[in-house]
């Protein structure tokens, strides 16, 4: 009887620990989550303003933004496509879509825009990148390939801004790339 009293004690005192641990995790858990979350619109804000800017110079004008695309779950619990949502519902990020708009034209969606003025907001998109998270070093492969030269001039001129911070590769046949490299 000592004995299984004994190992029941044991085994009890064993059962509770586990408890305080698992409870002690799910407030771990809860605390990244918050932090990921918090850390994560913040830098998905400050990449959204740095795109807008971007844009602005390359095009000199315009408005360019970044919508996170969410997967929400429904009431019938399957997930539904939507824009933006509340902080405290559980959704999940499943893509994001670029919407640009030129300055003296209308439409939104990037798949409406020329092969110059897309390869344009895709510039502006590498560059936002690189002005919120630094990389060491980028390698650009001609992708001044489709603009014409007074945007070679422009996207020359964010070349020698983000240099400070960044060792950028360029591969280019464009002149004004080559002027400031």
């Known amino acids: 009887y000592e004995e299984t009293k004994d190992r ?11 408890r305080e641990t698992l409870t002690s995790l799910d407030e ?8 990921i979350r918090e850390r994560g619109e913040s830098a998905f804000t400050r990449l959204n303003q740095e795109f807008g800017v971007y844009f ?8 360019a933004s970044i919508i996170e695309l969410k997967a929400e779950v429904g ?3 399957e ?4 824009g933006e949502q509340d902080a405290n519902s559980l959704d999940t990020v499943i893509g994001m879509e670029i919407q640009a708009t030129p300055p003296g034209k209308r439409f939104k969606s990037i798949a409406l825009l ?14 936002a990148i690189m002005a919120t998270n ?6 650009l492969d001609e992708v001044d390939a489709a603009l014409d030269e007074s945007n070679s001039r422009k996207f020359a001129e964010i070349l020698g801004t983000i240099s400070d911070k960044t060792q950028c590769i360029v591969v280019t046949h464009n002149r004004a790339t080559m002027t400031q490299a």
Do not use: H, M, N, Y
């Open 75 to 77: 009431e019938e619990g």
């Open 114 to 127: 020329s092969g110059g003025e897309r390869a344009l907001t895709s510039i502006a998109l590498i560059c």
């Open 28 to 35: 771990v858990v809860k605390e990244l989550d918050l932090t």
């Open 56 to 63: 602005k110079k390359l095009f000199g004008g315009g408005e």
């Open 134 to 139: 630094p990389s060491p070093f980028v390698v």
């Open 8 to 18: 029941f004690s044991f085994l009890t005192k064993q059962v509770e620990d586990l």
């Open 79 to 82: 997930e539904e496509v939507g």
